[in-house]
């Protein structure tokens, strides 16, 4: 991670990833923050005015289909059907699902939701010696996914 771009860097031991997303939300940022393990695996989240719209991780941290799976707005076989569609014509997962009429806009936009808020609690677990690293005004994460994110509130993910 290049710190000399970075306006916060630390450690999740000494700033807890509950306080960063609240200075967050107090000072309205926007921008990136990038947390980066030890094993050198690195995440991202972008924030809209302190409310976190983005997250991407390296690894299959609660993928749309499996969210929508796991919450009954679809079963296991649209969900094999229409991922494996999303990745054949290389387009998001979401959009094949609404367009074939599996679920609507309504019910993705829910499902979003759910993912952004498993990926952001699934990111409290990160292990020891993580660090971090928030750019102001970037958004590394810009070409990833939809265009604009769910909105979820700080104080709910907290609770």
């Not at 630390?10 to 947390?35: I, K, M, N, Q, Y």
């Not at 972008?46 to 707005?73: D, I, N």
């Not at 599996?102 to 699934?122: D, F, K, N, T, V």
Request: glycine share 10%; aromatic share 6%; with cysteine.
């Amino acid at each position: 991670m290049s710190e000399e771009a970075a306006q916060a860097v630390g450690f999740l031991e000494t700033t807890p990833l509950a306080d960063l997303l609240v200075h967050a939300l107090d000072h309205r940022l926007t921008g990136t923050l990038v947390l980066e393990e030890p094993s050198g695996s690195r995440h991202g989240v972008y924030f809209e005015g302190g409310t976190p719209r983005k997250a991407k991780m390296p690894s299959s941290v609660a993928c749309l289909g499996e969210v929508l799976v796991a919450t009954g707005v679809n079963s296991k076989r649209v969900h094999a059907l229409t991922l494996a569609r999303a990745l054949d014509e290389h387009v998001l997962h979401g959009q094949v699902l609404v367009k074939d009429g599996a679920i609507s806009e309504h019910a993705l936009a829910l499902g979003l939701r759910e993912q952004l808020l498993r990926q952001l609690l699934w990111l409290f677990e990160r292990p020891e010696g993580t660090r971090f690293g928030y750019l102001d005004g970037a958004n590394f994460l810009e070409n990833w996914g939809a265009e604009s994110g769910p909105r979820i509130s700080v104080m709910e993910l907290l609770w």
